[in-house]
């Protein structure tokens, strides 16, 4: 069993649609972590979120969007998606400094 | 830049195999280094690291050493079972505007048969 929770485990949306997708973690990590996984390929880092603040943006669109509205919970807005955004998100959390990752199961998005 | 290179595979072995996978790395600085599995449909799951040269991880049968004179961190297990199916990730961490964040390698897709 995974400690980090996402929601949904699946979803699918249409382009025009805005959904979100969230995260949740109740090991006093402070540290939170959106990363995008395409099929056979590694997860690439989207966001890193430190002490709630964003530290970390890879240049990703503004079509998502993401919210740490408190030290356990992590969403992540989406609008507007386009098909090449179909993939699974990872959500991940750490202490700050020095400690591993650890990741949820993933919200697998398919956008039609 | 930091880089991680490993072993592309697919690597297929029959159960009771030796496993290994070699990973390589480019970093500033000495890293922290990552092993993990992704099992099919799940996220990825911590199996070892090392924090600094010549420290050795080790879990559930696997082992890997952190080797600063060869910039590696292969990942090793004697005999491997079905169950070990999965993709491995090896990875380093490195830090960017204070914050810290894991750079991949590209995964080895290991299958065991019976």
């Known amino acids: 069993d995974t400690e980090v929770t996402q929601t949904p485990k699946h979803l699918v949306m249409g382009m025009t649609n805005k959904k979100s997708l969230k995260c949740e973690q109740h090991?006093?990590?402070?540290?939170m972590y959106w990363y995008k996984q395409k099929a056979k390929k590694p997860p690439e880092l989207m966001f890193v979120?430190?002490?709630?603040?964003?530290?970390i943006n890879e240049s990703v669109p503004s079509r998502f969007s993401p919210e740490c509205p408190n030290s356990s919970l992590l969403n992540l807005h989406l609008h507007a998606l386009q098909p090449e955004d179909s993939a699974l998100y990872l959500c991940?959390?750490?202490?700050?400094?020095?400690?591993?990752?650890?990741f949820g199961d993933g919200t697998r998005l398919s956008i039609l | 830049g930091n880089s991680v290179t490993q072993m592309e595979g697919p690597v297929t072995l029959s159960e009771e195999a030796f496993l290994t996978i070699n990973c390589t790395y480019t970093?500033?600085?000495?890293?922290?280094l990552f092993w993990y599995v992704q099992y099919p449909g799940e996220g990825l799951q911590l199996l070892l690291k090392?924090?600094?040269?010549?420290d050795k991880g080790s879990n559930k049968g696997f082992e890997a050493t952190y080797r600063k004179e060869t910039t590696s961190f292969h990942l090793e297990k004697g005999s491997v079972q079905v169950s070990d199916s999965a993709v491995y990730f090896c990875?380093?961490?490195?830090?960017?505007?204070?914050?810290?964040?894991?750079?991949f390698g590209k995964g080895t897709k290991l299958t065991v048969n019976p």
């Open positions: 991940a959390s750490s202490q700050v400094e020095r400690q591993p990752q650890h």
């Open positions: 090991m006093g990590h402070r540290a």
């Open positions: 979120y430190s002490y709630e603040k964003l530290s």
């Open positions: 970093a500033t600085g000495y890293p922290s």
């Open positions: 090392a924090t600094k040269a010549d």
């Open positions: 990875a380093l961490r490195t830090t960017q505007g204070g914050s810290e964040k894991l750079v």
